[in-house]
């Protein structure tokens, strides 16, 4: 069946505009995860959606940075104002109920802001 | 604050040797996880480990977990070329699904 898919695959972008990310989890998942991966900071996580829950917003960097999910599927990531520390591969995964089930992950966005 | 610190950090090894990687963390959790990078792709799921002595094998990989120890190993039995990538251990936070990874091991199999 059809995995995660993350669009575009590749973005670049000038320092001070805003992008936004998108990501379809595999059809069914309740659970969605959003993770950046930089040279520099390695794996880190930004948010967790679970369900019809209040989303995790823990690990958002800043809060230039937000993310949605309509529907209960496709979620947005967005980034506002960006820096060059943006810079990273942002990696969308899923799971069928979170917790100890395995993440299914996209093939990531590369960003890269000039 | 929890950490997960994997060892080494680069391996470089003949084909047909043994050797295995190292995941340390540091607060209790009894769930970890072992995912693949090849260079410019995205993570492979590996291994679900979810109980303390946790033992798991796929062809030449095999995966521990040691609760108790905080410790995770990925053995790796006589290693072949297309074994070449990037292994990252992950640990979940607060049994959430959000994983706390290490740095990655990046392991080269020479012919």
């Known amino acids: 069946g059809a995995g995660v898919s993350q669009s575009p695959s590749n973005k670049v972008t000038e320092k001070g505009k805003d992008v936004e990310l998108r990501c379809d989890p595999i059809?069914?998942?309740?659970?969605l995860y959003w993770y950046r991966q930089s040279l520099g900071q390695g794996l880190e996580f930004l948010i967790y959606?679970?369900?019809?829950?209040?989303?995790?917003k823990s690990g958002l960097p800043s809060d230039r940075f937000s993310a949605e999910r309509t529907g209960g599927s496709v979620s947005t990531l967005t980034i506002q104002r960006t820096q060059q520390e943006d810079s990273a591969v942002y990696l969308c995964?899923?799971?069928?109920?979170?917790?100890?089930?395995?993440?299914?992950f996209g093939p990531g966005t590369r960003l890269t802001v000039t | 604050e929890l950490k997960v610190e994997q060892n080494p950090l680069f391996l470089s090894m003949q084909e047909g040797k043994n050797y295995t990687i190292y995941c340390n963390y540091s607060?209790?959790?009894?769930?970890l996880y072992w995912y693949r990078q090849d260079p410019g792709k995205s993570l492979e799921s590996l291994f679900v480990?979810?109980?303390?002595?946790a033992v798991k094998q796929e062809g030449r990989l095999m995966a521990s977990l040691d609760t108790k120890a905080r410790l995770s190993t990925l053995h790796i039995t006589a290693a072949v070329h297309d074994l070449s990538a990037t292994y990252f251990c992950?640990?979940?936070?607060?049994?959430?699904?959000?994983?706390?990874f290490g740095q990655g091991t990046t392991l080269q199999v020479k012919p």
């Open positions: 480990l979810l109980s303390n002595g």
């Open positions: 995964a899923s799971s069928p109920l979170g917790g100890a089930y395995e993440q299914y």
């Open positions: 959606f679970q369900g019809n829950s209040a989303p995790d």
């Open positions: 059809s069914g998942h309740t659970a």
């Open positions: 992950a640990v979940d936070k607060s049994n959430t699904g959000k994983l706390i």
């Open positions: 607060t209790t959790s009894d769930r």
